[in-house]
């Protein structure tokens, strides 16, 4: 198969989906990689390392999606990549169509084969593709919380661990699931109050077992959130509902009972957000103040860690990756279903349900393009 490596063209992304340990793997199996100059350069992997691991490097985007069959990338292809695309070319990166109707449009028209990162799934229903950046998310929101609370930049100017004789800070989690448990990790490591609260009982019980003795368990429910957010000094949102826009957990008229200088970071953002005067932000203006309480809504937190979100990402696609390559799309989804599950729009048919209501566009059973 021949295998190209685009560089990612949207604003402010860093990351590459391939790296030099992946190109390595590829070359072992007898595939050719083409790897755009300075595709890897955001992520601290530069031209050499990719040539040394033998991929052949190409001086522009054009040039790889002439000659790859299969395009592996990070972001969803935007205005300028569509046309590059060729009917039958295998695109294989996250697309998130639900939220893009012109970004479907151009999918049908230009004919590829589009696998989504996002909806590959596991029999168990967990989505394997989507679980690494929730880690880098879950314990950057830690980092970025400790940082926000300092004075300078108008935090509250409390330390999350305190120190002998002082009482560290009280951190208050919403939702245990993969942000949530990783989040809870770094802020009971840096020696915070946590307490993290969920819905769902077992996950509460699993959560209470393996937790340190610094975290507590609690049910998430209205009564709990009011009480807790009153001597919080960060709040963590991590809730999701599958398929739905996030609740609204903690309203305007509880961030006014919250203390000065507090800082909520609304990790569900990009679900709408669990907060209700959360609004997008981004990397260059992170944060706002609302009722004295410092908000961090970065809908793209791991973009700011690349080299370490390239590696989480890239440990989880490459496997799917190298059988879609050893393979071909085709004979690698007739035999896995996780994968079979990534295919989105085939040769211009929607194949995934959910994409097709979002638009009303005609859908296509997956069985049919295979
Ligand atoms: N901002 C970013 O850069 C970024 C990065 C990665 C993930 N995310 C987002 O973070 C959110 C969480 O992702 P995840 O991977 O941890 O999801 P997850 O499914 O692993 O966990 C969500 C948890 O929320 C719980 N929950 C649902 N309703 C709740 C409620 N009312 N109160 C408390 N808990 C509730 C669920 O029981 C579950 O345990 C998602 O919206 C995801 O898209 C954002």
Redesign the pocket.
Known sequence: MIVGVPKEIKNNENRVAVTPAGVTEFVKRGHTVYVQKSAGEGSGFADESYEKAGAILLDSIEEVYAKAEMIVKVKEPIEPEYKLIREGQLVFTYFHFASSEALTQAMIEQKGVCLAYETVEKADGSLPL?IP??EV??RMAVQEGAKYLEKPVGGRGILLGGVPGVMPANVLI???????TQAAKMAAGLGANVTI????LS?LRYLADIMPANVRTMM?NEYNIREAVKTADLVIG????PGAK??K?ITRDMLKTMRPGAVVVD?????GGCIETCTPTTHENPTFVIDGVLHYC?????GAVPYTSTLALTNATLPYALRLADLGWREACLRSNELKLGLNVVHGKVVYKAVAEAFNLPYVPVEEVL
């Open positions: 989507l950046m929730s998310a879950g919403i939702g245990g699931g993969v942000v949530g609260m969920d819905v769902n996950r998430s991590a809730v999701l509902i996030a609740p957990l990790v569900a953002v990009d679900q970065v809908a793209n937190m791991p």
